[in-house]
């Protein structure tokens, strides 16, 4: 049976996959900017950064603000933190390959065996 997204972080990693999307979240993490100003810093065309942005918006990772007719773009942060949250369960397991090669041993000998 496949497990059933509920808490989003299918979209906002889907969101993240490109490298675009992620500059531009780097970008709007140092403050808001105007979409032609993330279009014109990452060298793509108002379609092409829209479309990036439109992603952004969709997993709620970012928040737009009209002034007159700019729009203005700036980072949402919960979603990130979501995502932390989510990474920081594996920290256990980090460090160097002979330590991760240790925790998994040690995972494998605290596992029940079935025997068949």
């Given amino acids: 049976m496949e497990r059933q997204d509920t ?30 100003q993330l279009a014109s810093a990452r ?16 997993a709620a990772m970012i928040r737009r603000r009209k002034s007159g007719r700019t729009n203005f773009l700036a980072l949402e942060r919960e979603p990130l933190r979501k995502m932390q949250t989510w990474i920081d369960q594996f920290h256990p397991y980090w460090g160097t390959e002979t330590e991760s ?16």
Avoid: C, M, Q
């Fill in 7 to 36: 808490d989003g972080l299918s979209e906002l990693f889907d969101a993240l996959a490109n490298e675009h999307r992620r500059a531009i979240i780097y970008t709007l993490a140092l403050g808001p900017k105007s979409i032609s």
């Fill in 43 to 58: 060298g793509l065309s108002l379609p092409a950064i829209h479309k990036h942005i439109r992603v952004l918006e969709d």
């Fill in 101 to 116: 090669l240790e925790n998994y041993l040690t995972y494998l000998s605290n596992t029940p065996t079935t025997k068949e």
